[in-house]
């Protein structure tokens, strides 16, 4: 009986209609099952881009801006990132009553606390961040940028920046991976990253369309190189959100070979989506992270 069954199924095998298919096995009854490597390739999840967003509070004259963290959070989202929120704890450089625009004397409050309200408590250290745990960083914006993670509202082209910011800056730099900064965030790049390339929209305020136009002109005394760069409008961009945008390819449907059924080939490997950031205006210094070239890729 088993040399029949052996007979049966080579020739079952042997039959057009019956053809094993592409990642299927015989097994000695005559069954067909998966192939290790097949059942790898159909139920293994894909995973996404692994991203470290840097908050520097919450609130814009004070930390960070939340349309823009949300924006950039909803965006990857929608790209199927995975994302992991960090901020430095340490104080703030002070406290902004955000109904009255004025600094609340007396008052402190902690950067690593206020920005674990944007992240649900989800947050960590930014001293634990590491490059090689992440295919990409961003820094929203916001006033922290410039208060909590530097100097720069204060001293300008003199300022000084957080440690494990300057940390984190050059290890994704030196890694070759994508960093994105929006709003006034461009500036940490430009101080520590000296030569690369950014940009905080135009250079002259044009009639208060650019009020913080001045910003590129320290930027150029940083070292830095600044490009100028439009707003384009939601329409212009599909109906997204001009704050961030995540591309990716997304896994294309399995291909039926010749002479197979419906069953054919696993999907090809989806590629690795690139994010680029953007100050309000856009875009907002994606730094390539190429070592020694200095510059930014917008296009990636």
């Known amino acids: 009986m088993a040399a029949f069954r052996v007979l049966v199924a080579s020739r079952l095998a042997a039959t057009p209609a019956f053809a094993p298919r592409p990642g299927l096995r ?6 067909w099952a998966p192939s290790p490597r097949a059942a ?10 692994r991203v470290a967003l840097v908050l520097s509070g919450c609130g814009v004259y004070d930390g960070t801006e939340l349309h823009e963290a949300s924006a950039i959070l909803v965006h990857l989202s929608r790209g199927g ?4 929120i960090f901020a430095p704890d340490v104080p ?3 406290v902004v009553d955000h109904a009255k625009g004025q600094p609340s004397e007396g008052e402190t409050r902690n950067v690593l606390a206020e920005s674990a309200r944007i992240a649900r408590g989800k947050i960590a250290d930014l001293a634990r961040l590491s490059a090689a745990d992440h295919d990409a960083v961003i820094f929203p914006g916001g006033f922290g940028a410039a208060k909590n993670l530097s100097t720069f509202a204060v001293d300008g082209k003199d300022c000084k920046v957080d440690r494990d910011v300057e940390r984190v800056l050059r ?3 030196g890694a070759g991976k994508p960093i994105g900064l929006c709003c006034i965030a461009p500036v940490l790049a430009a101080k520590v990253l000296r030569g690369v390339e950014v940009t905080v ?4 305020e044009e009639g208060g369309k650019w009020p913080h136009a001045g910003t590129a002109e320290v930027i150029k005394a940083l070292g830095a190189k600044h490009r100028v760069a439009e707003v384009r409008g939601p329409q212009e961009q599909g109906g997204h959100h001009p704050g961030l945008h995540v591309r990716h390819r997304a896994p294309p449907r399995p291909r039926r070979p010749r ?14 989506p690139w994010v680029r950031g953007s100050a309000c205006p856009r875009p907002a210094g994606l730094l390539s992270g190429r070592p020694g070239t200095g510059r930014t890729d917008f296009s990636a």
């Open 201 to 204: 929209g135009h250079e002259q």
């Open 81 to 84: 990132a995975k994302v992991q």
């Open 40 to 49: 790898l390739h159909a139920s293994a999840p894909r995973p996404g881009a």
């Open 171 to 173: 290890e994704f730099h």
């Open 26 to 31: 015989l097994l000695p009854l005559g069954g």
């Open 259 to 272: 002479g197979h059924g419906a069953g054919g080939a696993g999907a090809r490997r989806p590629l690795r």
């Open 92 to 94: 703030q450089m002070h």
